[in-house]
């Protein structure tokens, strides 16, 4: 439950954290208007630990909007309208997002909705066609300000009813970023957020992650995509290990492991902790759990300098047994794998994104 529940707003904006989103609030706020923004959160993007920190600094009331579920099954069900450069959804998750917005806005009393994006940030022939499909499948059409670029726009419904001052909004088009700049100078923004990229599914070294868990899993859950995002991701013909790089993933691995999940941890020697979890519920066999004890092993400098056989607890849910393995002895682990990037991956698991929709057709990302 959030602080702001019980509380009235005049309009609920999208927040990404952002200078756009940041400036299209302040806009709004200028106005004498109660804006309350909703920072989205699901495997991919979000970062619900800063808003305590970004409130203060910005005087933004915000609240964290978890859409993890509804944007993993989107995922996986195929984005009706395809996919970006790489893995990102980007027209499907903005019409989820302000879907959301829409649904929310009878809590808070609130009767339209802000967003920060510019128009012409993009070349106009992909993000007209974009914004259109937006606007229409989210169905905000008339109550969705587009507070940096609303003067070039037709006016709104609370700019049409006086709510809001049509003359005190934005006339910003274009890629450029000197009048947000300023704009940010004239609101004493502090600090002003370097210009953030997309999400994690517009990089190819975050976006590989997530291939074998599609390619394996049948239904991939919220938590499948948060432990893809998690430390050294190996696969073995459909086993899924994750071994931690430092105290922070390890801790993050406890926090994610499942009751029907395998842990892996080195008896004696500082190492890393391993997750082995099983897909569509297959157990694992003897030796594919013998081979993640000598991987895991691996990544404990101390174990291999040891030169003798160590133990490693194996634990899944109640059950623990010792296995014993030599670590050094193995040195190249052949069966796992870590993943790659592979368009043509891409292409057999979205087959949507052969024919990339023209709307979708060159979008990397676009986060405002
Ligand atoms: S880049 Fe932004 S709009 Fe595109 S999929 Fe990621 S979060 Fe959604």
Aim: charged share 25%.
């Amino acid at each position: 439950m959030s602080k702001y529940s019980q509380k009235k707003f005049d309009a609920v904006a999208l927040f990404s954290g952002g200078l756009d989103s940041i400036l299209a609030i302040k806009i709004i706020q200028d106005q004498g208007l109660r804006v309350l923004g909703l920072h989205f959160v699901s495997p991919f993007f979000g970062q619900p630990g800063k808003l305590d920190q970004w409130e203060k600094s910005y005087g933004i009331p915000l609240m964290a909007v978890d859409v993890s579920a509804p944007f993993a099954k989107m995922l996986c069900k195929g984005p009706g309208y395809g996919l970006g450069k790489i893995l990102n959804p980007c027209v499907d998750c903005k019409i989820l997002m302000l879907s959301r917005a829409k649904k929310m806005l009878k809590d808070f009393g609130a009767s339209f909705i802000v967003s920060g994006e510019v128009l012409g940030q993009r070349p106009m022939s992909q993000r007209k066609d974009a914004l259109n499909i937006i606007m229409r499948d989210s169905e905000v059409n008339n109550i969705l300000v587009r507070a940096l670029s609303a003067r070039h726009l037709p006016p709104t419904d609370p700019e049409k009813k006086g709510l809001v001052n049509r003359e005190k909004l934005g006339a910003i088009s274009g890629r450029g970023r000197k009048e947000q700049l300023e704009m940010a100078r004239n609101y004493n923004i502090k600090p002003v957020p370097t210009p953030a990229g997309g999400c994690l599914l517009t990089e190819k070294e975050s976006a590989k992650r997530y291939l074998p868990v599609f390619k394996h899993k049948k239904n991939p859950e919220p938590a499948d995509f948060y432990l893809a995002n998690i430390g050294r991701q190996l696969w073995n013909n459909g086993h899924w290990l994750c071994i931690g790089r430092d105290k922070f993933d390890n801790a993050r691995l406890m926090e994610l492991a499942g009751k029907n999940d395998y842990l892996f941890n080195i008896v004696l020697f500082p190492g890393p902790l391993g997750l082995g979890r099983p897909i569509n519920n297959i157990k694992w066999l003897p030796d594919i759990i013998e081979s993640a004890c000598q991987l895991v092993s691996r990544f404990s400098p101390k174990a291999r300098q040891s030169n003798r056989q160590i133990e490693i607890m194996v634990q899944k849910g109640e059950k623990r047994e010792e296995i014993l393995v030599w670590p050094g002895q193995f040195e190249q682990p052949a069966q796992w794998e870590e993943p790659v990037w592979d368009r043509e991956s891409v292409k057999t698991l979205f087959p949507a994104d052969q024919h990339l929709s023209h709307a979708m057709a060159g979008i990397n990302g676009d986060h405002s």
